[in-house]
T-cell receptor, first 112, second 115 residues
Framework: NAGVTQTPKFRVLKTGQSMTLLCAQD?????MYWYRQDPGMGLRLIHYSVGEGTTAKGEVPDGYNVSRLKKQNFLLGLESAAPSQTSVYFCASKRWFADTQYFGPGTRLTVL | KQEVTQIPAALSVPEGENLVLNCSFTDSAIYNLQWFRQDPGKGLTSLLLIQSSQREQTSGRLNASLDKSSGRSTLYIAASQPGDSATYLC??????????????FGQGTTLQVKP
């Protein structure tokens, strides 16, 4: 099993550009999450999904959109990137009845 | 609003030393508390999970305790090794999160174990 994978690993954008981050899991997990990690602030939840076709806002959703068209994939979109969105983005997943989340390796995004 | 704090932000110890990492949270209404390890450039790996009804959990050289009433948890690492060098994060699952599984993370403590 590959576990949780994230594409791409690194990306540099200019202000105003758009991009999509892809998260894929092969563990048949129902729940998936997108977090951002900034220096000195821990991880903060952006959006999450409790099943295919469903999404919900987390703690810091502004400027991001998500989609969960397939159970194994969770996409995070930035429509118009801003320097404040420079961060490391982590995806995680878990079974609906379990407590432990499994994390991907992260995507380092820089917005100039 | 639940807040999770980890102090200190960084810690450096010589190899072989026993050490304690601290985590505090403001609201005792939690389902559980987890400790994670994060290696540089990598994702998080769950180390220990303590349910709200439990006082401690152990795995090898790691022991995590939970005092829900005082809003505190500690991660004890015995006989530290250079391979323990990493960032350690704690996270709580608030009762208000329902069945979403949402976690609130602390800022992390970066540990360096010197040979």
């Amino acid at each position: 099993n590959a576990g949780v994978t994230q594409t791409p690993k690194f990306r540099v954008l200019k202000t105003g550009q758009s991009m999509t981050l892809l998260c894929a899991q092969d563990m048949n997990h129902e729940y998936m999450y997108w977090y951002r990690q900034d220096p000195g602030m821990g991880l903060r939840l952006i959006h999450y999904s409790v099943g295919e076709g469903t999404t919900a806002k987390g703690e810091v959703p502004d400027g991001y959109n998500v989609s969960r068209l397939k159970k194994q994939n969770f996409l995070l979109g930035l429509e118009s990137a801003a320097p404040s969105q420079t961060s490391v983005y982590f995806c995680a997943s878990k079974r609906w009845f379990a407590d432990t989340q499994y994390f991907g390796p992260g995507t380092r995004l820089t917005v100039l | 609003k639940q807040e999770v704090t980890q102090i200190p932000a960084a810690l450096s110890v010589p190899e072989g030393e026993n050490l304690v990492l601290n985590c505090s949270f403001t609201d005792s209404a939690i389902y559980n508390l987890q400790w994670f390890r994060q290696d540089p450039g990598k994702g998080l790996t769950s180390l220990l999970l303590i349910q709200s009804s439990q006082r401690e959990q152990t795995s090898g050289r790691l022991n995590a305790s939970l005092d829900k009433s005082s809003g505190r948890s500690t991660l004890y690492i015995a006989a530290s090794q250079p391979g323990d060098s990493a960032t350690y994060l704690c996270a709580v699952r608030p009762i208000g999160s329902g069945n979403t599984g949402k976690l609130i993370f602390g800022q992390g403590t970066t540990l360096q174990v010197k040979p």
